[in-house]
C-alpha cells in the first residue's frame, strides 16, 4: 500500500467537490448581501442555541468560502489527494468518505464551541453573583488577549474601550451603573459567540490527509515550508499535534477551528479502521 498510481486527472466526485466550491465560492462573493441576505451567514455553520442555526448548515459550510486563499489551498489538497484516494476507494466510498470527515468535523467544532459558550455563562453567573472590576477584567483578557497586542482588528476598538471603562470603575469602585454596563459586555461576547459563522473544507481535507497517511504512510511528501522530504505518516502525526496544540491554547484572536480539522481527522481515523476490520477489502 505503500506505492500508488496517481490519478492524471480529475475523478468524478474530485471535479465535481472543486465546480461546486468554486460556484458557491463565486456566488457569495458577487451577490454579497443583495437584497438584505448574507449569504455566508446562511450557508455557514452555526451553534444549534443560535437565531442563525439551520441543519442543512452541517452540510453547506464544507462547501462555503469567503477568502481566495482559504479556498485555493483547501481544493488543492482535495485536488492533489482526493483523487488518490477516489482512484483506489472508488467514487461512492470517496464520497460518503468525504461527507462523514466534513459532518464530523462540524460536530466535534459544535461540541466545542459550546462548552466554550456554556463556560463563558457560568462566569456570567459568578460575575452577577459578586460584580466585580477585576473579574471582569480577567474576562476580557481571556476573550481578548493583551490589549495593546494581539488585538484582531475588528475587536481592537471595543477591547481598548472595555479596558478604559474597567478602569474607571476600578478608580471608583462605587460607580453608578457599572454592574449593568459589565452585565452588557458579558451578554455581547456570549451572542458573539453563538453567532460565529463557520465556513470552509478544512474539516474534510484534514480527513483525507489522514486517510492519505493512513494508507500511503511511507510516501515521501516534499512540502514548501518543509526544506526536506517527510513521510505522509509523520506529516499526519505532526499536522494533527500542531493543531490540538493550538485547539488547546485557545489563544484570544484565533479564528481557526482548529478542533474542526481535529474532528475530520478523528472520524476518518475510526471510519478507515471499521472499514478494514468489517470488509476484507476496505477500498
Given at each position: 500500500?505503500?506505492?500508488?498510481?496517481?490519478?492524471?486527472?480529475?475523478?468524478?466526485?474530485?471535479?465535481?467537490?472543486?465546480?461546486?466550491?468554486?460556484?458557491?465560492?463565486?456566488?457569495?462573493?458577487?451577490?454579497?448581501?443583495?437584497?438584505?441576505?448574507?449569504?455566508?451567514?446562511?450557508?455557514?455553520?452555526?451553534?444549534?442555541?443560535?437565531?442563525?442555526?439551520?441543519?442543512?448548515?452541517?452540510?453547506?459550510?464544507?462547501?462555503?468560502?469567503?477568502?481566495?486563499?482559504?479556498?485555493?489551498?483547501?481544493?488543492?489538497?482535495?485536488?492533489?489527494?482526493?483523487?488518490?484516494?477516489?482512484?483506489?476507494?472508488?467514487?461512492?466510498?470517496?464520497?460518503?468518505?468525504?461527507?462523514?470527515?466534513?459532518?464530523?468535523?462540524?460536530?466535534?467544532?459544535?461540541?466545542?464551541?459550546?462548552?466554550?459558550?456554556?463556560?463563558?455563562?457560568?462566569?456570567?453567573?459568578?460575575?452577577?453573583?459578586?460584580?466585580?472590576?477585576?473579574?471582569?477584567?480577567?474576562?476580557?483578557?481571556?476573550?481578548?488577549?493583551?490589549?495593546?497586542?494581539?488585538?484582531?482588528?475588528?475587536?481592537?476598538?471595543?477591547?481598548?474601550?472595555?479596558?478604559?471603562?474597567?478602569?474607571?470603575?476600578?478608580?471608583?469602585?462605587?460607580?453608578?451603573?457599572?454592574?449593568?454596563?459589565?452585565?452588557?459586555?458579558?451578554?455581547?461576547?456570549?451572542?458573539?459567540?453563538?453567532?460565529?459563522?463557520?465556513?470552509?473544507?478544512?474539516?474534510?481535507?484534514?480527513?483525507?490527509?489522514?486517510?492519505?497517511?493512513?494508507?500511503?504512510?511511507?510516501?515521501?511528501?516534499?512540502?514548501?515550508?518543509?526544506?526536506?522530504?517527510?513521510?505522509?505518516?509523520?506529516?499526519?502525526?505532526?499536522y494533527g499535534a500542531v493543531e490540538l496544540f493550538l485547539g488547546l491554547q485557545n489563544s484570544a484572536g484565533d479564528n481557526v477551528a482548529h478542533f474542526a480539522h481535529l474532528g475530520g481527522m478523528l472520524f476518518g481515523f475510526f471510519l478507515i479502521l471499521y472499514w478494514r476490520k468489517?470488509?476484507?477489502?476496505?477500498?
Open positions: 500500500m505503500n506505492n500508488y498510481r496517481p490519478a492524471m486527472g480529475l475523478t468524478p466526485a474530485v471535479k465535481a467537490i472543486l465546480i461546486i466550491n468554486v460556484l458557491i465560492f463565486l456566488f457569495v462573493n458577487f451577490m454579497g448581501s443583495r437584497g438584505g441576505m448574507d449569504y455566508v451567514r446562511v450557508l455557514g455553520l452555526h451553534l444549534p442555541q443560535s437565531d442563525y442555526f439551520h441543519w442543512y448548515q452541517y452540510f453547506t459550510h464544507m462547501f462555503t468560502h469567503e477568502g481566495l486563499s482559504h479556498m485555493f489551498f483547501n481544493m488543492f489538497a482535495v485536488f492533489m489527494f482526493g483523487r488518490i484516494l477516489e482512484s483506489v476507494w472508488g467514487t461512492k466510498r470517496f464520497v460518503f468518505y468525504y461527507l462523514v470527515t466534513g459532518l464530523g468535523a462540524a460536530v466535534l467544532h459544535s461540541l466545542v464551541s459550546w462548552y466554550g459558550y456554556y463556560h463563558v455563562q457560568e462566569q456570567f453567573v459568578a460575575f452577577q453573583n459578586a460584580p466585580d472590576p477585576g473579574l471582569l477584567a480577567e474576562f476580557i483578557r481571556s476573550q481578548y488577549g493583551s490589549i495593546n497586542v494581539g488585538v484582531p482588528v475588528a475587536n481592537a476598538t471595543y477591547a481598548i474601550d472595555a479596558q478604559k471603562f474597567i478602569d474607571a470603575w476600578l478608580a471608583d469602585p462605587n460607580m453608578s451603573g457599572a454592574a449593568d454596563v459589565a452585565n452588557d459586555m458579558y451578554r455581547g461576547v456570549m451572542r458573539q459567540m453563538l453567532n460565529v459563522t463557520t465556513i470552509g473544507a478544512s474539516g474534510a481535507v484534514f480527513g483525507i490527509l489522514l486517510a492519505f497517511g493512513m494508507l500511503f504512510p511511507n510516501t515521501e511528501l516534499f512540502l514548501m515550508f518543509i526544506p526536506i522530504p517527510i513521510k505522509a505518516k509523520y506529516f499526519v502525526i505532526l468489517h470488509s476484507r477489502r476496505f477500498y
